[in-house]
């Protein structure tokens, strides 16, 4: 069974500053997808970025980027120019890519995200 | 651009009750997943189908059923209520492809 393990529960950053969310998981699967998922105040769950286990490449959304290491089996979120509106928990997840459809997502803990103003 | 669709959004039942939540998923998605998240924990895998079939379960008790209709909407049937199912229910669509877009969920109460 895969596992996601986010061993920050809490953290903090500066308004405008930058912040990295650490996330690993263990598996032993080849191929796979990783995502992290914001949970704000309300609630609803949010996909933030996604990344494909066969792709180098690290991806990006705007202010939202991820470092991919997969020999580490690890999955860092950095936030950029971090907004008030970032602040939210953070889940990373993982989804085996061995089935094309109904494979469950399998989360982290979560990391709480406070910006400071 | 249209979301996944959860009623009722908050519900109050007594232990023992009956309650059955509805999922309505984005369209053209195939594929429905239910997710069970308690206070201060990640969500946690219950059941999904694909094409109206099962295609994956988790960890749901027996008490719990659930099935995908044939407009794709989804219904979880949860039955003889303990304090300990109080929580949000998420209900996520996906179109064969890796993300999975959630609805607002369904926060149960139990008393």
């Known amino acids: 069974a895969q596992t996601v393990t986010q061993s920050q529960p809490e953290m903090s950053v500066q308004e405008a500053e930058t912040v990295t969310l650490s996330c690993t998981y263990d598996?032993?699967?080849?191929?796979?997808?990783l995502f992290w998922y914001k949970q704000p105040p309300s609630r609803q769950m949010i996909l933030v970025i996604r990344q494909e286990a066969y792709k180098q490449q690290n991806a990006t959304e705007n202010r939202f980027s991820v470092n991919f290491q997969k020999a580490a089996k690890s999955f860092s979120l950095k936030i950029s120019d971090s907004q008030l509106g970032d602040a939210a928990m953070y889940f990373c997840a993982y989804r085996s890519a061995w089935e094309t459809s109904g494979s469950r997502l399998t989360f982290g803990e979560g990391t709480q995200l406070t910006v400071n103003p | 651009a249209a979301g996944v669709i959860q009623s009722p959004r908050h519900l109050i039942k007594e232990k023992r009750e009956t309650a059955t939540l509805k999922c309505y998923p984005i369209?053209?998605?195939?594929?429905v997943y239910w997710y069970q998240q308690g206070p201060g924990q990640d969500p946690q895998f219950l059941i999904s189908f694909y094409e109206k079939m099962q295609s994956d379960k988790g960890s749901i008790p027996d008490r719990f059923s659930a099935q995908q209709f044939s407009d794709y909407h989804s219904e979880l049937n949860m039955s003889s209520l303990e304090l300990g199912d109080s929580a949000l229910y998420f209900c996520?669509?996906?179109?064969?492809?890796?993300?999975?877009?959630f609805g607002p969920g369904t926060r149960l109460t139990v008393t």
């Open positions: 996520a669509s996906s179109r064969t492809s890796a993300e999975q877009y």
């Open positions: 598996t032993s699967e080849s191929d796979y997808y």
């Open positions: 369209p053209r998605h195939d594929t």
